[in-house]
């Protein structure tokens, strides 16, 4: 079993979706700092994926300075290291544009885009 | 750079179908597959799918042009060379007494890398009763045991013809799991033709599709997912009507139309916002336009779709 759940969207490519899993694994406490993380062969086996596919989520992941690789030891995930908020901006601008957008288009107001937001940001812990 | 593995230059490949009448198959191919990739080649029946598997496999006569596979060209492999290519159709047959454990004593010594264990392990794998006669096996048992012969010598190269046609949902796991153990080698790569897209779209690195003896369409799936994208758009008036196709941007592809509701897949998505302003620009600020995003299989019966009708197609 791999510590994280990925849901594979369409549209997406499935390296974000593994990439994304990782994160919100780690917001979620359900993934900490320091813990082993799965070889690429696993992470290919477990989710019936190209492993091409996983090594570029892993890729992602290490760039990110997320994941940390110990030569001969194995993956694990390092100290969450905080973006600046540039780079969360970054990160966001797509999702939030897509949220926008799609809220714009069921007719919901901002604030009543606001309350979803604030629901959402309280149930993760 | 990893090396090419396959590589079509302008092949093209008819069939004789009488004294003085050649059906063409493959109009002009080009195509290249690199080591380590998995390559996934779709297209309606009778697209030449499987006459173009065939002939880098050498089972049929070349046609002109040129085909290689490890560089050297198809209709030159060597005895050798098969060393280092598995191949499973979905129409192979294995003599049917032999059981699975004599068929596969049998060609073992054909192949100098042939992996005992390996070879016992997946039979594991796949449940399979080595003591059983070839003749008494399901289809999935005996695609199984095709797949077994195809990797149990660890092939660089896997070409599969259609690997999952009428195979039930488990057997397709498991299948999938045989050609995911072919990866734990050095250097491989996986050319497949299939319908099931549902099976490849997480093996698939790169998609050609084939109409007509030509690859229409050939890039990497994460480009695919990210510029194909379902928009509905509804209208407040029966406004469609007054806009002729030459007016729709080029990349909209397999438009349809219902009273005021106007659906397409747009094939040159960049995000949300510029898709939307486009819209609006065309029929007004109370268009309400919807995206769903869609699956590879989903781009494929588009892109099919839209090359039957015989709309000019920009993709």
């Given at each position: 079993m791999l510590p994280f759940t990925v849901t594979f969207r369409p549209g997406n490519p499935h390296y974000e979706d593994i990439v994304f899993a990782v994160k919100r694994a780690l917001a979620t406490g359900i993934l900490r700092e320091g813990a082993p993380f799965p070889s690429v062969r696993t992470v290919s086996r477990e989710l019936k994926l190209n492993p091409n596919t996983c090594q570029r989520a892993v890729s992602v992941l290490v760039d990110a300075g997320i994941l940390e690789v110990r030569p001969g030891v194995g993956t694990f995930v390092a100290k969450r290291v905080p973006l600046n908020f540039?780079?969360?901006?970054?990160?966001?601008?797509?999702?939030?544009e897509n949220l926008v957008v799609e809220a714009k288009q069921l007719g919901l107001s901002e604030d009543e885009l606001h309350d979803v937001v604030t629901h959402?940001?309280?149930e993760i812990k | 750079m990893s090396s090419v593995v396959i590589e079509c230059r302008d092949v093209v490949k008819s069939y004789r179908t009488s004294k003085w009448k050649k059906?063409?198959?493959l109009t002009g191919v080009n195509l290249e597959v690199s080591e380590g990739e998995c390559f996934t080649l779709l297209g309606s029946n009778g697209a030449?799918?499987?006459?173009?598997?065939?002939?880098?496999?050498?089972?049929?006569?070349?046609?002109?042009?040129?085909?290689?596979?490890?560089?050297r060209p198809c209709h030159k492999l060597r005895s050798t060379d098969y060393y280092s290519i598995g191949y499973v159709s979905e129409a192979q047959e294995i003599p049917r007494h032999f059981t699975i454990q004599?068929?596969?004593?049998?060609?073992?010594?054909?192949?100098?890398?042939?992996?005992?264990?390996?070879?016992?392990?997946l039979m594991k794998t796949f449940d399979l009763d080595p003591k059983k006669k070839i003749r008494n096996l399901s289809r999935g048992m005996r695609m199984k045991v095709a797949l077994i012969s195809a990797i149990a010598y660890r092939p660089r190269l896997l070409l599969l013809d259609e690997p999952f046609s009428g195979l039930d949902p488990l057997v397709r796991d498991e299948f999938v799991q045989g050609i995911l153990e072919v990866t734990e080698g050095e250097g491989w790569t996986i050319f497949m033709a299939t319908?099931?897209?549902?099976?490849?779209?997480?093996?698939?690195?790169r998609v050609g599709i084939l109409e007509g003896g030509k690859m229409v369409l050939n890039e990497s799936v994460d480009l695919l997912r990210?510029?194909?994208?379902?928009?509905?758009?509804s209208l407040p008036t029966d406004q469609v009507a007054r806009h002729v196709e030459a007016e729709f941007p080029k990349g909209w592809i397999d438009i349809q139309q219902e009273?005021?509701?106007?659906?397409?897949?747009?094939s040159q998505f960049k995000n949300r916002a510029l898709s939307t302003t486009q819209i609006k620009e065309l029929f007004g600020e109370e268009v309400r336009v919807e995206f769903i995003p869609v699956s590879i299989r989903d781009t494929f019966v588009s892109v099919a779709r839209s090359l039957r009708t015989g709309n000019s197609l920009e993709i």
């Open positions: 540039e780079e969360a901006l970054h990160l966001l601008k797509d999702p939030v959402s940001w309280r | 059906l063409p198959v030449g799918k499987s006459t173009l598997i065939r002939l880098l496999m050498n089972i049929t006569s070349p046609g002109t042009g040129e085909a290689t596979v490890f560089g004599s068929w596969l004593k049998y060609i073992a010594p054909l192949y100098p890398s042939w992996d005992r264990d390996f070879a016992d392990q319908h099931d897209l549902e099976e490849v779209d997480r093996l698939t690195d990210s510029r194909f994208i379902r928009v509905h758009i009273s005021n509701r106007l659906f397409l897949v747009e």
